[in-house]
């Protein structure tokens, strides 16, 4: 059994790391660099770099962000944002990244999903599926979450995974940044109309919203504001989720294995009893 995903989504825009709110309002986070060198760290299994500003400004992808990230951190690395033509993928995969990512490109020219798999195989390429509820009905949007479009949301989710695709990102607007909870409503609507791994974005705010999202069918989980503001925040939610029966990859040195985490994944206090235990253990030293 395929274990499941905890992926960092860094949504970039003016070449920083911003906090997205429904895909609207932007808080400065930093460096790119800087947050992928401590996901790294800090035992995230993939890194998401999006260019939001790409697409809309008719942009191609930040070809030397790319490279510039892939050479300091040792995970996959999926890259989207601006890519429109096979000549953009060859060169993202070239400088380092392993996967591709398309919203707008796929919509304008579906055979781009087709052409990317043929090239560099369909385990590499995700397509971004961003949807917004709009009278009670999934609204599927292009252009960073801009411009609606009118295709059904199954009927392209099908058409994606027969196109080739290797992967769906399914981010929902609605959610995004509200620290609510993912919906799991949408994630059961994709997930029971395609075989092909589906990762759940959009609304964490505690370790609770991973796990909802897992049981309602998701091979992954991503989250880009939860984990910018608490140290080892990837191995504390992991080190939850095991907790809970998640096949789940958590092999760092410090996993928190025994650690009580409260519902906002901070640690607790430990008993003094453990903490008195600990001066007759010999710990490996860790770089973390």
């Known amino acids: 059994m395929l274990k499941k995903r905890i992926i960092a989504c860094l949504v970039?825009?003016?070449?920083?790391?911003?906090?997205?709110?429904?895909?609207?309002r932007f808080l400065p986070i930093g460096s790119p660099l800087i947050a992928a060198k401590f996901l790294n760290q800090w035992g995230i299994d993939e890194i998401t770099i999006l260019d939001i500003d790409a697409t809309p400004t008719l942009s191609s992808p930040n070809f030397e962000l790319v490279k510039k990230i892939s050479r300091q951190i040792f995970v996959p690395l999926s890259v989207g944002g601006g890519i429109k033509n096979i000549n953009h993928i060859r060169q993202i995969i070239k400088g380092g990244a392993d996967k591709i990512i398309v919203n707008t490109g796929a919509f304008d020219n579906p055979q781009?999903?087709?052409q990317?798999?043929?090239?560099?195989?369909?385990?590499?390429?995700?397509?971004?599926?961003d949807v917004k509820k709009k009278n009670g009905k999934w609204q599927l949007f292009t252009h960073c979450g801009k411009i609606a479009v009118?295709?059904?949301?199954?009927?392209?989710?099908?058409?994606?995974?027969?196109?080739?695709?290797?992967?769906?990102?399914?981010?929902?607007?609605d959610r995004d940044g509200s620290k609510s909870g993912f919906d799991t409503e949408l994630i059961k609507?994709?997930?029971?109309?395609?075989?092909?791994?589906?990762?759940?974005?959009?609304?964490?705010g505690k370790p609770n919203h991973f796990l909802s999202a897992i049981k309602a069918g998701a091979s992954a989980v991503a989250a880009g504001n939860y984990f910018h503001f608490t140290e080892h925040s990837p191995i504390l939610i992991k080190s939850y989720l095991k907790s809970k029966g998640v096949n789940i990859r958590l092999d760092?040195?410090?996993?928190?294995?025994?650690?009580?985490?409260?519902?906002?994944?901070?640690?607790?206090?430990?008993?003094?009893?453990?903490?008195?235990?600990?001066?007759f253990q010999i710990i490996k030293p860790e770089v973390i």
Not at 189 to 204: D, Y
């Open 12 to 24: 970039i825009k003016n070449s920083i790391v911003v906090q997205s709110i429904e895909f609207k």
């Open 116 to 129: 990317a798999a043929k090239v560099i195989g369909a385990q590499s390429v995700v397509v971004s599926v």
């Open 150 to 173: 009118k295709t059904d949301l199954i009927t392209w989710i099908k058409q994606i995974e027969n196109l080739g695709a290797g992967e769906i990102l399914l981010r929902s607007i």
């Open 112 to 114: 781009l999903i087709s």
């Open 189 to 204: 609507q994709v997930t029971n109309n395609v075989s092909i791994p589906v990762i759940a974005a959009g609304g964490t």
């Open 252 to 279: 760092t040195d410090a996993n928190y294995s025994h650690h009580r985490i409260n519902s906002d994944g901070r640690l607790l206090k430990s008993p003094d009893s453990y903490l008195e235990d600990l001066k």
